[in-house]
């Protein structure tokens, strides 16, 4: 997996996602914060793109993903921060 295209991934499903159920967002960047004071989701709301993206990915590379795991709930720097903490993790998952 190399970090651009999973990048482009999750930025292009959110971008989907937020299109999808009328959520107003401005330009979807990298470092646009998902959840808390101006991000786009709230906590049922990232979970619903969660699921959206850890689909994406399965088809593309046909393995599962489990975005939302205790692992990722466990963590200093939260891997829902924005997209490129979410990267991140995606990338560190594959590793495993």
Do not use: C, W
Request: aromatic share 8%.
């Amino acid at each position: 997996m190399e970090e651009k295209i999973i990048k482009n991934i999750v930025i292009k499903t959110l971008k989907e996602f937020t299109d999808n159920n009328n959520i107003e967002t401005e330009e979807i960047i990298e470092n646009q914060r998902l959840m808390g004071r101006g991000g786009i989701f709230d906590s049922l709301g990232l979970v619903h793109f969660l699921v959206d993206l850890e689909e994406v990915l399965e088809e593309k590379y046909d393995r599962e993903f489990n975005l939302s795991s205790e692992v990722a709930m466990s963590r200093t720097t939260s891997p829902f921060l924005n997209p490129i903490e979410l990267t991140k993790f995606i990338l560190e998952l594959d590793e495993k």
